[in-house]
């Protein structure tokens, strides 16, 4: 029984890649004739946008894994019986305060 569901859904993948590469040359072919620009110029700059997608989703997953663990480190260290106050939220983060015109504080 696995057997069949495994073939099932390499079956669907890869009806999906083709449609997903299918939609991507259909693309680049309509930009290649509205423009007068060579295929493989339409193609390197997919390729080089793709790339940067790719890297720039590797960034901000990093800088989010990054800034979870330091909320948690944070709301760890703040009192859950009670609503903390200043002085408690300003520990937790640290002691770092960055003093702003407005009344309320600012903590980066």
Do not use: W
């Not at 069949?4 to 009806?15: E, F, G, S």
């Not at 800088?63 to 330091?70: A, F, M």
Request: some cysteine.
């Amino acid at each position: 029984m696995p057997f069949k569901y495994r073939t099932k859904k390499l079956a669907y993948r890869d009806h999906y890649l083709t449609n997903v590469k299918a939609k991507k040359q259909n693309a680049q072919q309509k930009i290649q004739v509205a423009s007068s620009v060579s295929m493989l110029d339409v193609r390197l700059l997919f390729t080089r946008a793709e790339h940067c997608i790719r890297k720039a989703s590797s960034k901000l997953q990093s800088l989010h894994i990054g800034l979870s663990d330091k909320v948690n480190t944070c709301l760890g260290k703040l009192p859950t019986d009670n609503t903390p106050d200043e002085a408690q939220i300003t520990a937790a983060l640290g002691g770092v305060r960055t003093h702003t015109s407005a009344s309320e504080p600012y903590f980066s």
